[in-house]
């Protein structure tokens, strides 16, 4: 069992920014990839960021691109999501998710390739 906790989330006027982590405890060793993901009102939960474990490898959705950058500390067995440059539309539910197992690029970005995940923090961004 991973446990997972989301910290950092709150209020930010648009052009902002926003760093919220994830810190990981119990079996973190088995653990091979961190994904961010977010769920606005009325919408369903989407890919916003994963990184691996062990190297370190990215992934990004487009809206995110160049704005969002994922780090992972692992001394810690934090993972962060700093967000820079954020809009209105970035207002949402943020979720850290963790896997055990291999996974591609394309698996990573799917919310179902997921074991482990976190209650969430709200982020909000005002206009």
Same mark, same amino acid.
């Given at each position: @069992?991973?446990?997972?906790?989301?910290?950092?989330?709150?209020?930010? $006027?648009?052009?902002?920014? %926003? &760093? !919220?982590?994830?810190?990981?405890?119990?079996?973190?060793?088995?653990?091979?990839?961190?994904?961010? =993901? &977010? $769920?606005?009102?009325?919408?369903? &939960?989407? =890919?916003?960021?994963?990184?691996?474990?062990?190297?370190?490898?990215?992934?990004?959705?487009?809206?995110?691109?160049?704005? =969002?950058?994922?780090?992972?500390?692992?001394?810690?067995?934090?993972?962060? %999501? @700093?967000?820079?440059?954020?809009?209105?539309?970035?207002?949402?539910?943020?979720?850290?998710?963790?896997?055990?197992? =291999?996974?591609?690029?394309?698996? %990573? @970005? %799917? &919310?179902?390739?997921?074991?482990?995940?976190? @209650?969430?923090? $709200? !982020?909000? !961004?005002?206009?």
């Amino acid at each position: @069992q991973v446990q997972l906790v989301e910290s950092g989330g709150g209020l930010v $006027q648009a052009g902002g920014s %926003l &760093r !919220v982590s994830c810190a990981a405890s119990g079996r973190t060793l088995s653990m091979y990839a961190m994904g961010w =993901f &977010r $769920q606005a009102p009325g919408k369903e &939960r989407e =890919f916003v960021a994963a990184i691996t474990w062990s190297t370190a490898y990215t992934v990004y959705a487009d809206s995110v691109k160049g704005r =969002f950058t994922i780090s992972r500390d692992n001394a810690k067995n934090t993972v962060y %999501l @700093q967000m820079n440059s954020l809009k209105p539309e970035d207002t949402a539910v943020y979720y850290c998710a963790t896997r055990r197992s =291999f996974a591609t690029k394309y698996e %990573l @970005q %799917l &919310r179902t390739e997921y074991t482990y995940w976190g @209650q969430g923090t $709200q !982020v909000t !961004v005002s206009s």
